[in-house]
């Protein structure tokens, strides 16, 4: 059984609405499923930052515990990036 996430209520309905990225954690591995919508291949990178900065603090908590967890989140993506 896949254990899946619903769709977000300010998507629904919405007539320009496009997903562009799924992702699930088998294991220790991560499989993705995405859709290739931008040009300029900095845009991936603007996305990535949002997402980054979603994931770290989920409940928008804001404050020096969520900055903490988005420095936390950025050390590793300098990890995994090599940079």
């Given at each position: 059984m896949i254990d899946e996430l619903g769709t977000p209520a300010s998507v629904l309905g919405?007539?320009?609405a496009v997903e562009?990225?799924?992702a699930w954690i088998v294991g220790e591995d991560v499989s993705f499923v995405t859709r290739d919508i931008w040009e300029d291949p900095a845009a991936v990178g603007i996305f990535v930052a949002d997402l980054l900065r979603h994931m770290a603090d989920p409940a928008h908590?804001?404050?020096d515990a969520a900055v903490e967890r988005?420095?936390?989140a950025i050390d590793g993506l300098r990890a995994e990036l090599n940079i």
């Amino acid at each position: 059984m896949i254990d899946e996430l619903g769709t977000p209520a300010s998507v629904l309905g919405a007539a320009t609405a496009v997903e562009i990225v799924r992702a699930w954690i088998v294991g220790e591995d991560v499989s993705f499923v995405t859709r290739d919508i931008w040009e300029d291949p900095a845009a991936v990178g603007i996305f990535v930052a949002d997402l980054l900065r979603h994931m770290a603090d989920p409940a928008h908590e804001g404050g020096d515990a969520a900055v903490e967890r988005e420095r936390r989140a950025i050390d590793g993506l300098r990890a995994e990036l090599n940079i």
